[in-house]
Protein backbone atom coordinates (compact mmCIF):
# COMPACT_ATOMS: atom_id res chain seq x y z
CA UNK A 1 0.00 0.00 0.00
CA UNK A 2 0.97 3.63 -0.88
CA UNK A 3 1.38 5.36 2.89
CA UNK A 4 0.69 9.16 2.56
CA UNK A 5 2.97 11.67 5.01
CA UNK A 6 1.43 15.06 5.34
CA UNK A 7 2.82 17.70 7.33
CA UNK A 8 2.10 19.61 9.65
CA UNK A 9 -0.65 18.27 11.16
CA UNK A 10 -1.62 22.13 12.50
CA UNK A 11 -0.86 25.55 10.96
CA UNK A 12 -2.42 28.92 11.90
CA UNK A 13 -2.18 31.49 10.38
CA UNK A 14 -3.41 35.20 9.73
CA UNK A 15 -5.91 36.38 6.91
CA UNK A 16 -4.26 37.32 3.91
CA UNK A 17 -0.68 35.43 4.65
CA UNK A 18 0.34 32.24 2.72
CA UNK A 19 0.19 28.61 3.74
CA UNK A 20 2.03 25.52 2.35
CA UNK A 21 1.16 21.91 3.28
CA UNK A 22 3.37 19.27 2.47
CA UNK A 23 2.57 15.61 1.44
CA UNK A 24 4.85 12.60 1.37
CA UNK A 25 3.85 9.49 -0.74
CA UNK A 26 5.83 6.32 0.01
CA UNK A 27 6.38 5.66 -3.63
CA UNK A 28 6.13 7.91 -7.18
CA UNK A 29 2.48 9.06 -8.44
CA UNK A 30 3.84 9.51 -11.36
CA UNK A 31 2.75 7.26 -13.92
CA UNK A 32 5.52 6.68 -16.78
CA UNK A 33 2.71 6.43 -19.79
CA UNK A 34 1.42 9.63 -19.47
CA UNK A 35 3.71 11.54 -17.24
CA UNK A 36 0.98 12.75 -14.62
CA UNK A 37 1.00 12.70 -10.94
CA UNK A 38 -2.13 11.41 -9.29
CA UNK A 39 -2.15 12.81 -6.31
CA UNK A 40 -5.34 14.94 -5.12
CA UNK A 41 -6.34 17.44 -2.60
CA UNK A 42 -9.42 17.72 -0.61
CA UNK A 43 -10.82 20.80 2.10
CA UNK A 44 -13.20 19.87 4.68
CA UNK A 45 -14.56 22.41 6.35
CA UNK A 46 -16.17 22.02 10.08
CA UNK A 47 -19.60 19.87 9.52
CA UNK A 48 -19.65 19.27 6.17
CA UNK A 49 -18.31 16.44 3.60
CA UNK A 50 -14.98 16.85 1.63
CA UNK A 51 -14.69 18.89 -1.36
CA UNK A 52 -11.70 18.07 -4.07
CA UNK A 53 -10.03 21.28 -4.82
CA UNK A 54 -7.22 19.48 -6.73
CA UNK A 55 -6.38 16.14 -8.57
CA UNK A 56 -3.23 15.30 -10.77
CA UNK A 57 -1.39 17.21 -8.36
CA UNK A 58 -2.28 20.67 -10.11
CA UNK A 59 -5.62 20.47 -11.83
CA UNK A 60 -7.89 22.77 -9.99
CA UNK A 61 -11.89 21.20 -9.95
CA UNK A 62 -13.92 23.69 -11.48
CA UNK A 63 -14.79 26.30 -9.23
CA UNK A 64 -12.06 26.29 -7.16
CA UNK A 65 -10.52 29.79 -6.47
CA UNK A 66 -7.20 30.20 -7.97
CA UNK A 67 -5.45 31.18 -4.69
CA UNK A 68 -5.54 27.19 -4.26
CA UNK A 69 -2.22 25.92 -6.16
CA UNK A 70 -1.30 22.50 -5.90
CA UNK A 71 2.24 21.15 -7.15
CA UNK A 72 5.09 18.76 -7.09
CA UNK A 73 5.78 15.39 -8.94
CA UNK A 74 6.74 12.29 -7.89
CA UNK A 75 6.63 12.06 -4.08
CA UNK A 76 6.65 14.96 -3.04
CA UNK A 77 3.37 17.49 -3.28
CA UNK A 78 2.26 20.65 -1.88
CA UNK A 79 -0.53 22.35 -1.65
CA UNK A 80 -0.23 26.23 -1.54
CA UNK A 81 -2.94 28.21 -0.20
CA UNK A 82 -1.96 32.16 -1.01
CA UNK A 83 -3.61 35.10 1.08
CA UNK A 84 -5.51 33.10 3.08
CA UNK A 85 -9.46 33.68 3.70
CA UNK A 86 -10.90 33.25 6.94
CA UNK A 87 -13.35 30.50 4.47
CA UNK A 88 -10.69 28.40 4.05
CA UNK A 89 -10.77 27.15 7.96
CA UNK A 90 -10.51 23.34 7.58
CA UNK A 91 -9.14 20.03 7.74
CA UNK A 92 -7.01 19.54 4.63
CA UNK A 93 -6.25 16.26 3.23
CA UNK A 94 -4.12 14.92 0.02
CA UNK A 95 -4.92 11.48 -1.24
CA UNK A 96 -2.92 9.33 -3.95
CA UNK A 97 -5.46 8.15 -6.87
CA UNK A 98 -2.99 6.17 -8.47
CA UNK A 99 -3.96 2.74 -7.52
CA UNK A 100 -5.88 0.69 -5.03
CA UNK A 101 -5.93 0.82 -2.25
CA UNK A 102 -6.69 4.52 -2.02
CA UNK A 103 -4.76 5.96 1.01
CA UNK A 104 -5.18 9.65 2.71
CA UNK A 105 -3.18 11.63 4.54
CA UNK A 106 -3.74 11.99 7.91
CA UNK A 107 -4.41 15.57 7.59
CA UNK A 108 -3.93 19.27 8.72
CA UNK A 109 -5.82 21.50 10.32
CA UNK A 110 -5.31 24.87 9.12
CA UNK A 111 -6.88 27.64 11.92
CA UNK A 112 -7.07 31.09 11.64
CA UNK A 113 -5.67 33.58 13.42
CA UNK B 1 -27.50 19.41 -9.82
CA UNK B 2 -25.20 16.40 -8.57
CA UNK B 3 -26.73 14.44 -5.26
CA UNK B 4 -25.54 11.54 -3.06
CA UNK B 5 -27.98 10.93 -0.39
CA UNK B 6 -27.06 7.90 2.06
CA UNK B 7 -29.40 6.65 4.61
CA UNK B 8 -29.80 2.75 6.41
CA UNK B 9 -26.97 3.90 9.41
CA UNK B 10 -27.73 3.68 12.95
CA UNK B 11 -26.59 1.67 15.74
CA UNK B 12 -25.91 -1.68 15.37
CA UNK B 13 -24.21 -4.30 18.13
CA UNK B 14 -21.25 -6.07 17.39
CA UNK B 15 -21.12 -9.07 15.08
CA UNK B 16 -24.33 -8.08 13.44
CA UNK B 17 -25.00 -6.68 9.87
CA UNK B 18 -25.91 -3.22 8.14
CA UNK B 19 -27.32 -2.16 4.21
CA UNK B 20 -26.45 1.36 3.75
CA UNK B 21 -27.73 3.03 0.12
CA UNK B 22 -26.96 5.62 -1.68
CA UNK B 23 -29.40 7.70 -3.92
CA UNK B 24 -27.77 9.04 -7.14
CA UNK B 25 -29.40 12.35 -8.77
CA UNK B 26 -28.37 15.20 -11.40
CA UNK B 27 -26.00 12.90 -13.35
CA UNK B 28 -26.19 9.48 -15.41
CA UNK B 29 -25.29 6.77 -12.86
CA UNK B 30 -24.71 4.19 -14.33
CA UNK B 31 -21.77 6.25 -16.61
CA UNK B 32 -20.03 6.63 -13.44
CA UNK B 33 -17.67 4.59 -11.09
CA UNK B 34 -18.65 5.17 -7.16
CA UNK B 35 -16.64 4.71 -3.55
CA UNK B 36 -17.24 4.46 -0.20
CA UNK B 37 -15.10 6.37 2.26
CA UNK B 38 -15.69 6.42 6.01
CA UNK B 39 -14.64 8.74 8.58
CA UNK B 40 -14.26 7.73 12.56
CA UNK B 41 -15.43 10.63 15.23
CA UNK B 42 -12.46 13.18 15.13
CA UNK B 43 -10.30 11.17 12.88
CA UNK B 44 -9.03 11.21 9.07
CA UNK B 45 -10.66 9.63 5.89
CA UNK B 46 -10.50 5.86 4.72
CA UNK B 47 -11.77 4.94 1.87
CA UNK B 48 -13.79 1.56 1.90
CA UNK B 49 -14.22 0.36 -1.20
CA UNK B 50 -14.84 1.15 -5.23
CA UNK B 51 -17.44 -0.51 -7.82
CA UNK B 52 -16.95 0.23 -11.51
CA UNK B 53 -19.93 2.16 -13.54
CA UNK B 54 -21.01 -1.64 -14.71
CA UNK B 55 -19.71 -3.60 -11.54
CA UNK B 56 -17.15 -5.41 -13.30
CA UNK B 57 -14.56 -4.07 -11.01
CA UNK B 58 -14.59 -3.74 -7.13
CA UNK B 59 -12.25 -3.26 -4.60
CA UNK B 60 -11.61 -3.35 -1.29
CA UNK B 61 -9.94 -1.89 1.95
CA UNK B 62 -8.00 -4.81 4.02
CA UNK B 63 -9.78 -3.91 6.94
CA UNK B 64 -13.04 -5.18 5.36
CA UNK B 65 -12.51 -7.34 3.12
CA UNK B 66 -14.85 -10.09 3.18
CA UNK B 67 -16.80 -8.52 5.66
CA UNK B 68 -18.19 -5.83 3.06
CA UNK B 69 -20.09 -6.24 0.10
CA UNK B 70 -20.15 -3.21 -2.66
CA UNK B 71 -22.95 -3.44 -5.05
CA UNK B 72 -25.26 -1.19 -7.31
CA UNK B 73 -28.14 -0.81 -9.22
CA UNK B 74 -28.17 1.14 -12.04
CA UNK B 75 -31.49 1.23 -12.98
CA UNK B 76 -32.41 2.44 -9.54
CA UNK B 77 -29.41 5.08 -9.35
CA UNK B 78 -28.27 3.29 -6.32
CA UNK B 79 -25.39 2.21 -4.60
CA UNK B 80 -25.46 -0.09 -2.09
CA UNK B 81 -22.89 -0.83 1.20
CA UNK B 82 -23.26 -4.30 2.82
CA UNK B 83 -21.41 -4.68 6.07
CA UNK B 84 -21.66 -8.04 8.05
CA UNK B 85 -19.77 -9.14 11.41
CA UNK B 86 -19.38 -5.23 12.33
CA UNK B 87 -16.47 -4.20 14.94
CA UNK B 88 -16.32 -1.53 17.06
CA UNK B 89 -14.06 -0.03 14.97
CA UNK B 90 -16.18 -0.14 12.19
CA UNK B 91 -18.01 3.14 13.72
CA UNK B 92 -17.62 5.77 11.69
CA UNK B 93 -19.66 8.78 9.22
CA UNK B 94 -19.87 6.65 5.57
CA UNK B 95 -19.59 8.98 2.84
CA UNK B 96 -20.94 7.96 -0.82
CA UNK B 97 -18.80 9.71 -3.88
CA UNK B 98 -19.01 9.76 -7.29
CA UNK B 99 -15.52 9.03 -8.94
CA UNK B 100 -13.99 11.49 -11.00
CA UNK B 101 -13.70 11.07 -14.89
CA UNK B 102 -9.97 11.85 -14.49
CA UNK B 103 -8.81 9.10 -12.32
CA UNK B 104 -9.84 7.35 -9.17
CA UNK B 105 -10.32 9.67 -7.09
CA UNK B 106 -13.85 11.54 -5.85
CA UNK B 107 -15.12 14.47 -7.26
CA UNK B 108 -18.65 14.79 -5.34
CA UNK B 109 -19.45 13.11 -1.91
CA UNK B 110 -22.79 12.50 -0.19
CA UNK B 111 -23.55 14.44 3.46
CA UNK B 112 -22.50 10.79 5.45
CA UNK B 113 -24.41 8.39 7.21
CA UNK B 114 -23.47 7.93 10.75
CA UNK B 115 -22.84 3.67 11.63
CA UNK B 116 -22.27 3.03 15.33
CA UNK B 117 -21.54 0.03 16.52
CA UNK B 118 -21.75 -0.81 20.20
CA UNK B 119 -23.30 -3.30 22.52
Known amino acids: DIVMTQSPSSLAVSAGETVTINCKSS????????????LAWYQQKPGQSPKLLIY???TRESGVPDRFIGSGSGTDFTLTISSVQAEDLADYYC?????????FGSGTKLEIK | EVQLVESGGGLVQPGRSLKLSCLAS????????MNWIRQAPGKGLEWVAS????????YYADTVKGRFTISRDNAKNTLYLQMTSLRSEDTALYYC????????????WGQGVMVTVSS
Open chain 1, 56 to 58: LAS
Open chain 2, 26 to 33: GFTFSNYG
Open chain 1, 95 to 103: QQHYSYPLT
Open chain 2, 51 to 58: ISSSSSYI
Open chain 2, 97 to 108: ARRHTMGITSDY
Open chain 1, 27 to 38: QSLLSSGNQKNY
